[in-house]
């Protein structure tokens, strides 16, 4: 184990789903989600993974709260090995860790009212006896993410609210357990534009307030360039690049990044973009393509592209890229 | 007056005109006014955008259009002149001839929107074959060039939805949708569930396909960032309402509804250097009692108190520019 300072330290991390391919076959296949990742996290950094869907983002998130068991690869949180814990340490772990969905129209319970969802992870933590308490810790939390007065929710049932207080009542019930990481999942990706600035702010303060630190899955790129410290770019299941935010959004090195991010539409029609559309589509990760998995769409792809897989390298401070001939076409 | 006659001949025509459209919902809590007297006009061979958030009433916008209104909806009053024809009054059967056949829709889920039990083939064919006389091998063979157009391999044309990927069954929508040469297409957030990249093939699609075949286009998004890739002219709605209606470059670079610049404020740029979010505190109003003012004044930075009880109507502020704001003018 390694003292390295870091909150969260991930290292070849793979995720294999076995694929049920036929009734007689022999051949076991699988579907390989994440496929050797690797990355850490500092304490008060947001870190942000992009990329297509079915790349393995998601995947990764859930893996380090254990919700989907990893294939191989360990998983550090303060120096603490996640994936050989015990039910009962991972559980006092998960307080720590707390995770926000999508959706906040469907990870909020109908039946329950704001106080029992905020509520709700106290109680299953035994972390509060007795009810003024209680009150207390959940009145904390609303008011953190700014539903105040809080009390004047406590009764409210989630239909009685916008897509934006349902968000904020989600990290307030991920608040109430006081975690170190925050792993949120596209977190705004369903709310209306013109809310969506209001929860990245909330998280920005959230993360002075309370010295957090997110773990920020999207694939929104422009929205990325706004918010997080530093991006790793996924492809079928590995990383292609991973950087400092302005490093990886205004000079992209590995090509795949490089089209990703001429294909973002601009908010400006004067701005013409020279984009480099990729053509097809991501292959299936049932049958990933030998060596570097993106040559089959590269646009400077070469005949040993599809025989050597290439790893990370770090082409310039903190930069890391991989692909063996991304400084080529960038000078 | 001559010379103005022959200068007429250069102006756009206009394929569509609408009139002051007000549709509703009739449920249990009231009446929503979801569309609450709107006007704009769509020249031949442009493309005019619809933006808004959610439940402005954009979508209800183009089905009451189509007159594809769900039981619930009714057109409450307006017209909708196509070919000098008001479609907010005409027949069912009247209506058939004109679908599809002068008017067709892109739907938002192209899953929801295609039959699974159907192979994609089939479904083109039918739909050509639904609104013309043709033979069922003519219909196929038009289903084929179409597939083609629409960039889709030929060994596909019997497969079935669920074997295709998102950005393929869009493609099948775009390719029904010009299955009977509309002048008019209206495509209601054709990429909106897709990634970047396959958004971005199907947006090049849709705009190759528009300039080729000289389309008229009326295009439903949320995302401002696509409307200043591909439209030529913007309405920007709120609350049911037309806010402020121009050029792109207009709205763009000169925004004048307060609306229209939180807006686009609020859409972060991936150009530029890194800046600070900006959103718009406070929700929009609730549709079954709407305020009897500007719909935005509860949370416009720029209010009077005259706001909270007049609601003006759209003044022409430069050529083809239009704004409900008579306030905020040169705040921008």
């Known amino acids: 184990m390694t003292q390295s300072g870091m909150l969260l330290d991930v290292q070849d991390l793979k995720v294999w789903f076995p694929a049920r ?33 079915g790349c393995g983002k998601t995947t990764i998130a859930n893996t380090l709260v254990r919700l989907v068991k990893p294939t191989s690869g360990t998983v550090f949180f ?13 559980r006092k772990l998960r307080q720590n860790i707390q995770m926000i969905f999508q959706d906040p129209y469907e990870s909020l319970n109908p039946h329950m009212t704001i106080f029992d969802i905020v509520a709700e992870p106290l109680d ?4 509060v006896d007795r009810p003024d308490e209680k009150d207390t810790r959940v009145a904390q939390a609303l008011e953190a993410v700014g539903l105040t007065p809080a009390q004047s929710f406590f009764d409210s049932y989630p239909h009685q609210l916008s897509g934006g207080q349902r968000q904020r009542v989600a990290i307030a019930a991920a608040l109430a357990l006081k975690p170190a990481l925050i792993v949120a999942d596209e977190p705004v990706s369903m709310l209306d534009i013109s809310v969506r600035a209001g929860i990245l702010k909330l998280m920005l303060a959230l993360r002075s307030e309370f010295k957090l630190t997110y773990l920020f899955i999207t694939h929104d790129l422009a929205l990325a360039r706004h918010l997080v410290d530093r991006i790793a770019v996924m492809y079928l299941g590995r990383m292609v690049e991973m950087g400092d935010t302005k490093s990886v959004i205004e000079t992209p090195l590995h090509p795949y990044t490089r089209s990703l991010i001429s294909v973002v539409p601009v908010p400006n029609p004067k701005v013409k973009k020279q984009k480099i559309l990729l053509a097809g589509e991501i292959p299936s990760p049932i049958q990933i393509p030998s060596g570097c998995r993106f040559h089959t769409r590269c646009p400077i792809a070469r005949d040993i ?13 903190g930069h890391y890229v991989a692909c063996p001939y991304a400084d080529l076409q960038n000078a | 007056m001559r010379r103005n006659l022959s200068l007429l001949n250069f102006l756009p025509s206009t394929i569509l005109q609408v009139k002051d459209l007000k549709t509703n919902y009739y449920t249990r809590q009231g009446v929503v006014k979801a569309v609450r007297g709107i006007s704009f006009h769509v020249h031949s061979g442009e493309v005019l955008g619809l933006a808004g958030e959610s439940a402005c009433g954009k979508t209800t916008a183009a089905l009451s259009i189509m007159r594809l209104l769900p039981p619930s909806a009714r057109i409450a009053a307006g017209q909708i002149l196509f070919n000098d024809k008001d479609m907010a009054t005409m027949s069912e059967r009247e209506l058939r001839a004109v679908r599809w056949r002068d ?22 064919a039918e739909a050509i074959r639904l609104h013309e006389e043709v033979a069922q091998a003519e219909a196929l063979d038009r289903t084929r060039n179409l597939l083609q157009m629409v960039g889709i391999n030929l060994s596909k044309l019997r497969s079935y939805p669920h074997e295709l990927s998102g950005g393929m069954r869009q493609r099948v929508m775009i390719a029904m949708s010009l299955a009977c040469n509309p002048r008019l297409v209206i495509a209601d957030e054709p990429v909106t569930a897709l990634d970047v990249m396959v958004q971005a093939q199907i947006l090049r699609l849709i705009n190759n396909l528009q300039k080729e075949l000289n389309l008229s286009m009326i295009l439903i998004t949320h995302d401002l ?35 229209t610049q939180l807006l686009i404020k609020a859409f972060p740029s991936i150009e530029g250097a890194a800046s600070e979010l900006y959103s718009i505190p406070g929700s929009p109003p609730s549709l079954i009692n709407p305020p009897s003012g500007c719909g935005f004044y509860p949370r416009c930075p720029y209010a009077h108190d005259e706001c909270s009880n007049v609601n003006p109507p759209l003044l022409e502020v430069g050529s083809g520019h239009f704004v409900t704001c008579r306030t905020a003018g040169g705040q921008g």
């Open chain 1, 124 to 127: 299953v933590n035994r972390l």
């Open chain 2, 103 to 124: 008017i067709s829709i892109i739907f938002q889920g192209s899953m929801n929107a295609l039959n699974p039990v159907k192979n994609i083939g089939e479904q083109i």
């Open chain 1, 78 to 90: 303060n120096n603490i090995d996640v994936l050989s814990l015990r039910k009962e340490e991972m």
């Open chain 1, 305 to 317: 592209c599809a025989k050597e897989q290439p790893e990370l390298q770090e082409v310039r401070p």
């Open chain 2, 225 to 259: 960032s696509v409307m200043a890739d591909v439209c030529n002219r913007l309405a920007i709605m709120y609350a049911g309402e037309i806010v402020e209606y121009g050029s792109v470059e207009a709205i763009f670079e000169e925004p004048i509804h307060p609306y």
């Open chain 1, 21 to 53: 391919t036929g009734f007689l076959s022999r051949n076991k296949t699988y579907v390989r989600a994440v496929d050797g990742v690797s990355f850490q996290v500092a304490p008060g950094e947001i870190f942000c993974l992009v990329g297509e869907s």
